[in-house]
C-alpha cells in the first residue's frame, strides 16, 4: 500500500530534549516536506527536499533540521525543543515538486512539549 | 506576502444543508488552488483548479475558481454527517519550491 508513514504519533516531552520524527514513504517520490498545523494559522511549510541531500527552508525552519540521506527518509530533527514548537506535525510526499495534486500527506504526529 | 484566507472560519448545519465554503487568496504569478479535507488526521485531496470557470465536481462536493476575483467556492449539496471535518483551501507557491500556502480551514459540523 503507498503511503507515509510517521513516528511517533504522540509524544510529549520536556524543554531542551533532542528529539527525531521520522517520515518514510514507499513510493519512490523524490520531493518530501514538513508543515506544522496551528490552530488559526492552518499548515506551514517547515523544509522540503526536492531530491536525495537537498534540502530547503519553508516558512518557519527555526528550531528545526532536517536530512535527506535517502529517498524515502526524511526526518525531523529539533535539537532542543521549546514550548512553541508544541504542535501537529504532518509529513507529505510527491513525485515530483510540481506534483501538488498528488501530494501525499502522512498520518501527523502531535508533539507537545512542556 | 501570499496569503490565502477562509470564511466562515466554523459552520453548523443539518443533515440535508447545502453549504457554500469561501476562499480567497493573493499570491503573485497563480498556479493553482487545492482544496483539502482533513478529519482528525492527514489532509485528504479533493480537487485542484487551475482554470477560471470551470466546475470541477465528485459527488456532492463541486468547485470553481474565479481567477479575476482570485476566489473559490467549495460546495457541499445534501449534506451527511460524515462531512463534518475541516475544510484546508491551499495555493501552490509560485517559486517551484512544491510549497502549498493554507488557508485557517472551515471547521464544517453537520448536526443530525
Known amino acids: 500500500e503507498a503511503q507515509v508513514t510517521q513516528n511517533p504519533r504522540y509524544l510529549i516531552t520536556v524543554t531542551g530534549k533532542k528529539l527525531t520524527v521520522t517520515c518514510s514513504q514507499n513510493?519512490?517520490?523524490?520531493?518530501m516536506s514538513w508543515y506544522r498545523q496551528d490552530p488559526g494559522l492552518g499548515l506551514r511549510q517547515i523544509y522540503y527536499s526536492m531530491n536525495v541531500e537537498v534540502t530547503d527552508k519553508g516558512d518557519v525552519p527555526e528550531g528545526y533540521k532536517v536530512s535527506r540521506k535517502e529517498k524515502r527518509n526524511f526526518p525531523l530533527i529539533l535539537e532542543s525543543p521549546s514550548p512553541n514548537q508544541t504542535s501537529l506535525y504532518f509529513c507529505a510526499s510527491s513525485l515530483w515538486v510540481s506534483s501538488t495534486d498528488t501530494q501525499y500527506f502522512g498520518p501527523g504526529t502531535r508533539l507537545t512539549v512542556l | 506576502e501570499d496569503k490565502v484566507v477562509q470564511s466562515p472560519l466554523s459552520l453548523v448545519v443539518h443533515e440535508g444543508d447545502t453549504v457554500t465554503l469561501n476562499c480567497s487568496y493573493e499570491v503573485t504569478n497563480f498556479r493553482s488552488l487545492l482544496w483539502y479535507k482533513q478529519e482528525k488526521k492527514a489532509p485528504t485531496f479533493l480537487f485542484m483548479l487551475?482554470?477560471?470557470?470551470i466546475e470541477k465536481k465528485s459527488g456532492r462536493l463541486s468547485s470553481i475558481l474565479d481567477k479575476k476575483e482570485l476566489f473559490s467556492i467549495l460546495n457541499i449539496t445534501a449534506t451527511q454527517t460524515g462531512d463534518s471535518a475541516v475544510y484546508l483551501c491551499a495555493v501552490e507557491d509560485p517559486g517551484n519550491t512544491g510549497k502549498l500556502i493554507f488557508g485557517q480551514g472551515t471547521t464544517l459540523q453537520v448536526k443530525p
Open positions: 513510493m519512490n517520490h523524490e520531493y
Open positions: 487551475t482554470s477560471s470557470g
